[in-house]
């Protein structure tokens, strides 16, 4: 049995050496868990998740994809300008946010001022812009924090299983059964006010959908055929999770967070509306919105054009994940 074992785990780490020890069924065993586990490794994909040959490839292949999505390709377009806008404000306007003309307040939109001015005679159109980048960051951090750290929570609930498993799962239970819009005030109330803080509480608050994800995507992998090979083959645990369990049950969950951008960022903007984010004056979406409330009736593009940015801004976002959400499911077919 010892000559079987040796050879079946020469033959698996050879990559293709035959090592002709033994014939018994403990030898037969591992020689064909380690050509199950060599076949997974060198595919980069486990077995039944092969990568699709309809799938675009070049940029003749993405360019004819693209074209053959209008929406898509317009929903790129408009995302990749938002996030130049926020990285790159000066591209798109060179006047100051934070100075007003007050002999300009609440001009209506025009070509000098495309989005109109505001009560103190500030261009809307320059605050739109150089809100973006506090916005986006916000949202950005909290989709983070809630990737890692869900991610972290799954991994140990579906890899360690047990009480750990139990606990786990009860607490992220009662994290999704709070509403999350109230989850978030009640944190962001006791950090205190900042778009970092609002970005650590709307992160806090969607820790749950991910370590529920994750937790599924990892007990799916572990039930597979190679994760059972490589456990055949002595792979101590931690080893066979970090290494096959990990890589394989992150697709889905990168997914989900491009699924949750839209969501997080209506969230800032909530708080932000609400006054706990940038201090004024400060441009952030959601206080933009919130600063027009009492010029509706006369001057209607302080709340409208803000918020018709926020509302393309998640539409593109989501239109996005969605196609990713499709191809992922399509790859796991």
Known sequence: MSGGRNGGLGNAAGGGRSNAVGSGPGNGRNNAAGRLLRRGLRSGLPPGRPWRAGAPSGWTGRVRFLLGRPGLALSLLLLALVLLAAVAPGLFTGRDPLTGVPADKLLAPSVHHPFG????????FARTVHGSSASLRAAGLAVGIALFAGSAVGLLAGALRGWVDVVLTRCTDVLLSIPALLLSLAVVTALGFGTVKVALAVGLTSVAGFARLMRAEVLRVRAADYVEAAHSLGVRRHA?????VLPNAWGPVL???????GTVLLAVSALSFLGYGAEPPQPEWGALVADGRDYLATAWWLTTLPGLTIAATVLAANRIARALEREEEASVR
């Not at 066979?240 to 096959?244: A, K, N, Y």
């Not at 997914?255 to 951008?261: D, L, M, Q, S, T």
């Open 255 to 261: 997914v989900f967070a491009a699924v949750e951008f």
């Open 117 to 124: 001015t505001d009560q103190l005679g500030r261009d809307l």
């Open 240 to 244: 066979v999770v970090l290494r096959h």
